[in-house]
């Protein structure tokens, strides 16, 4: 089973909590044992895995992103469209995470939450793919 939703952002960087649509397509694929795979098919944005309970660990993590990756550093890039930093961030991050489903649940831990990157907002149409597989 596959869902597929868009989602808007409203700032130029920021982390955006989509566990509940991953628990819903499980529960409505009826699925009890498998996979959930969430994937971004996007260059400049991707998803993670952590803690969305304290809001700062999202603050956090685009601060030492961002002190690692620096915007606008003489990429060749920027020349065409000015993110080289959001497309290189979105490479290191990764477009995709794959979360193990067991008695129609999410096996994630107690501080994960799945969570939208946005590297080059704010974009009105993000595209996300949810797709839930049986293990047989
Ligand atoms: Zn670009």
Same mark, same amino acid.
């Given at each position: 089973?596959?869902?597929?939703?868009?989602?808007?952002?409203?700032?130029?960087? #920021?982390?955006?909590?989509?566990?509940?649509?991953?628990?819903?397509?499980?529960?409505?694929?009826?699925?009890?044992?498998?996979?959930?795979?969430?994937? +971004?098919?996007?260059?400049?944005?991707?998803?993670?895995?952590?803690?969305s309970?304290?809001p700062? +660990?999202?603050?956090?993590?685009?601060n030492?992103?961002?002190?690692?990756?620096? #915007?606008?550093?003489?990429?060749?890039?920027?020349?065409?469209?000015?993110?080289? /930093?959001?497309?290189?961030?979105?490479?290191? +991050?990764?477009? /995709?995470?794959?979360?193990?489903?067991?008695?129609?649940?999410?096996?994630?831990?107690?501080?994960?939450? +799945?969570?939208?990157?946005?590297?080059?907002?704010?974009?009105?149409?993000?595209?996300?793919?949810?797709?839930?597989?049986?293990?047989?």
């Amino acid at each position: 089973m596959q869902r597929e939703f868009t989602i808007s952002t409203t700032r130029h960087q #920021e982390l955006i909590d989509i566990t509940g649509e991953a628990i819903k397509a499980v529960r409505d694929s009826g699925i009890k044992d498998g996979f959930c795979f969430v994937y +971004i098919p996007h260059a400049t944005a991707g998803v993670i895995l952590n803690e969305s309970a304290d809001p700062n +660990i999202k603050t956090d993590f685009l601060n030492a992103l961002n002190r690692a990756i620096l #915007e606008h550093a003489n990429y060749l890039h920027d020349r065409i469209d000015n993110n080289a /930093s959001a497309h290189i961030k979105s490479a290191i +991050i990764g477009s /995709s995470a794959t979360i193990p489903i067991k008695n129609g649940n999410l096996q994630l831990g107690t501080w994960q939450a +799945i969570m939208f990157c946005e590297f080059d907002g704010p974009r009105s149409s993000r595209h996300i793919i949810i797709k839930v597989c049986e293990d047989k």
